[in-house]
């Protein structure tokens, strides 16, 4: 009988010690989990702003290309509506 209690003593023991170790091992995977999360969110931040640098230098160079000035004042006015949407927006 004593041998039964002990066997069941090491037995439970040993799940204490596994339960611990995968308690550690999820706080590990939390920690990971939210600097991963940063790095998606600081990688987004960045991949917006290129965007925006792209299009930028996009409209930059296309209005250097462009002879016509109708059509530059045309992209102008297009930007100049872009800015007022913007500008609607952070007065709300």
Same mark, same amino acid.
């Given at each position: 009988?004593?041998?039964? +209690?002990?066997? @069941?003593?090491? =037995?439970?023991? *040993?799940?204490?010690?596994?339960? %611990?170790?995968?308690?550690?091992?999820?706080?590990?995977?939390?920690?990971?989990? !939210? =600097?991963?999360?940063?790095?998606?969110?600081?990688? %987004?931040?960045?991949? =917006? &702003?290129l965007k925006e640098k792209? =299009?930028?230098?996009?409209?930059?160079?296309?209005?250097?290309?462009?002879?016509?000035?109708?059509? &530059?004042?045309?992209? @102008?006015? !297009? *930007?100049?509506? !872009? @800015? %007022?949407?913007?500008?609607?927006? +952070?007065?709300?």
């Open positions: 009988m004593k041998d039964l +209690i002990a066997d @069941i003593q090491l =037995k439970l023991d *040993l799940l204490v010690q596994d339960r %611990d170790a995968l308690q550690s091992k999820v706080e590990a995977m939390k920690v990971e989990n !939210e =600097k991963l999360k940063a790095d998606i969110a600081e990688r %987004d931040r960045s991949i =917006k &702003a792209n =299009k930028t230098q996009t409209i930059a160079k296309s209005l250097e290309d462009s002879a016509d000035r109708t059509s &530059a004042k045309l992209k @102008i006015n !297009e *930007l100049v509506r !872009e @800015i %007022d949407k913007c500008v609607a927006l +952070i007065n709300k």
